[in-house]
């Protein structure tokens, strides 16, 4: 006799199964979910592959492509390959655990506010005046104010995207609260964290996912732009958007030096919103497989 | 007059091309002819492809469909030859109706300028002409104050005015052919009929043929000289509408009528049970033979078309002759008097709505109700009866505690029913289930029909065990005609009157005394509709389960309900015993809601 609840866990197994080999069926999703893996492959392997110690200085600075260090070197004889391949752990190590804390928070209040609470009007207003600010500029003041050290920088970022998490949750919410299902859940009696369970959340994860991927490459790029400027991760860690900063000041004289970290960037946030959108596609076609039948 | 017909089609399949499975037809092998001035009807259910023919006839397909064989010429030109000529004819010698009239209609042009482009287009008439003939056109299409319409804008008309608008830009184009693709499905009972005889009545002074595509026999058997039935992508029936009507020769033509319920004679019609193959199914023989109840052998055979007995053509290996069956109509058991709701003076009225959410727009206005009365027996069926707008679905949500009435009383059983849900005790809320009009959101598209059906058991039988939930789901699915195979399979492996049977089944679980149904037949296809009410009235039988079953349609109102309620602008105009409404109608408004329902029995009698 099966048993209700059981099968839940391999029918969920199935269905990411079969998103992925939809990713993996179309040559945008192919590229996207390459690139990925390969970063993160890369921030996990990198300190055990790479070729030199990525703080240790030499006489050798500003060395353009050569048999001993590859991509050259920067302004103070440190190995470009070295510092490239590490560069991203920094990066990943701050804006992954913010996103997915942005996604909880804003998931969760998104939910709440979506399912019709008195405060819901106060609240996102309150969330769209928040979204209103540059949030470049207001985290360049948290970071200059309290300093760039992870305990600041997580909460701050998993704080501003988390509002565009709410929006997103929020609005889903609406839609799916309007549905029939819904109503006949609530007319019922279920239990409201039970509706939340079973009734939203297995039909909102999924814009959510797709969401979050997208949050996360935007959180990227914010993290690279304050180190850019200084306030991200403080010497010697190796950091992209700090490589590029210094390689900027001396573009006349080393000009490839600035490129792999460019790459880099490019490559990794290329490659998230390719495989986001193929994610979101995948699912979306279960959508219209539902609506079809 | 020109001898060839005006529109020609020759075998023409249209479907997808995919790489693994081969070619998938939507429609099959269609020939159809049309000549100048007739007018015909192709009928078919959701999925027949009706509406996929009749964007071909135009050369048009929707993107990733093709052309797999055939031809269509319209006046001898190929329409899926010169794209640039076609692109010519389109708008112009064919013209195209959609069933909403607000997505035909450009939001930011006045009514005026519209035409005035439309005659631009496709008339040599100068500035003033065009001013005259506008007003003229406009006259022609009954609007009111044809002057004050040209300067509006659609969204200042009514659902009717524009369909009425959509109808004269169609004509602007001395078409030869118009397409109308539902035309009248969106608008009231009244109003779609004075705009069908609006249109019979333009097409005969011109002499533009008309064809249209419908779900509802109604619109094609009173419009129509000829019928054609679609069943999955075929043609299976053809011939002249009355003959068609009153002594179909194809068992599935013979089965559609018969399950449209008949305000002449009570009762639930015969339901079809089973649905159309989906079009990724491969089937050599017949493709109507395994919802077939005289299937023989050479059903496995495919059927060419071939004269019908009456003169059209049919494709079966073995037509039918003579009218269909009287229908066995199921007699209602009478009731006992024990009242399980009891409504005095109820009224809902419209709640002026806060600062916050007049803001927002998020306060939407709900029809008001004033002063029902309604007494709802056990196993007793009452039938709520008006138009859209008239509060019919405002009661109900008022006896859900969605909505609190502002004044009068409501008890269900020793409950009180204007205790908003929230605190309604769990008791309540498990007598009083609901089944909402669409089936396809009504149902978690991520749970099996399973976990579906058993939340409410879990809710409410807190003792038991998961054996004893899955052996009742069973038990249940069983009662509403789904067998133990559906237990595993999500809502959208199903269609829309399974759908609808398993929120009825859900509803079940609960063990109510009284079901509020809401539209639950008005989103699906006539065929399932019978087998949606046949369980219904199943369940009753068996359970004495109390129904207030609220419709726009009152032949399906009729064949279910022991009681009738008129509701016209949120007060009761009529009510009494189902036999004396429907017999004998005092009030204007229930008249007129009974002339402009469409009855087969009446083609039958014209016949």
Redesign the interface.
Known sequence: ????AA?APARRQRRAAQVIAYVLSRPSGRVGAALVAAHLLMALVSPLIAPYDVAAQSADSLQGISAAHWLGTDQLGRDVLSRTLVGSRVTLAITIPAAIIATLWGGALGIYLGLGSKLD?IVMRLVDAFIAIPSLLFLLLVVAVFQGTTAVIIPTFAFFYGLLVTHVARAGTRQLAA???V????????HPLRIVF??IL??LADTIIVDGTLRLSWMIVAFCSLSFLGLGVQPPTPEWGQMIADARGYLTVAPLAAVPPCLAIVSLIVGLNLLSDAIGKALGIDTI???G? | MNASPLLQVRSLSVGLRTRDRGDLPIIRKIDLEISRGESIGIVGESGSGKSTLAMALMGFLKPGVERLEGTVLFDRHDMFGNDAVTAKLRGGAIAYVPQNAATALTPTMTIGNQFDEALRLHSSLDVSERRGAILEMLADLRLPDPKAVVGRYPHELSGGQQQRCAIGLAMAGQPKLIVLDEPTTALDTATQASILELLAGLAERTGTALLYVSHNLGVVGDNCGRLAVMYAGEIVEEGMTQRLLSAPSHPYSRGLLGSIPSLRDPGIPPAMWGSPPAISEHITGCRFSDRCPKRRDRCSEHPMIGRSPIGGGVRCHFPEVGPAAARVGTERRPTRDEPVVTVRGLSFLYARPGLLSRLTGAGKAQPAIQDIDLELNAGQTIGVIGESGSGKSTLLRVLLGLHRPSSGEATMLGHDLRVPLARRPLDLKRQLQVVFQNPSSSLNPRQTILEIIASPLRLYFRDLDQDAIYRRVKGILEQVRLGTRYLDRYPSQLSGGEKQRVAIARALAAEPRVILCDEVTSALDVSVQAAVLQVLSDIQKEHGTSYVFVSHDLATVRAISDHIVVLSRGRIVEAGPANRVFGAPEHDYTKMLLEHTFDPADIAVAA
Do not use: S
């Open positions: 006799m099966t048993a209700l099968d009007e549905q029939d299902f109503v006949a859940a609530r007319l019922r009696g279920d079973r009734e297995p039909n497989r539902q609506r039948a």
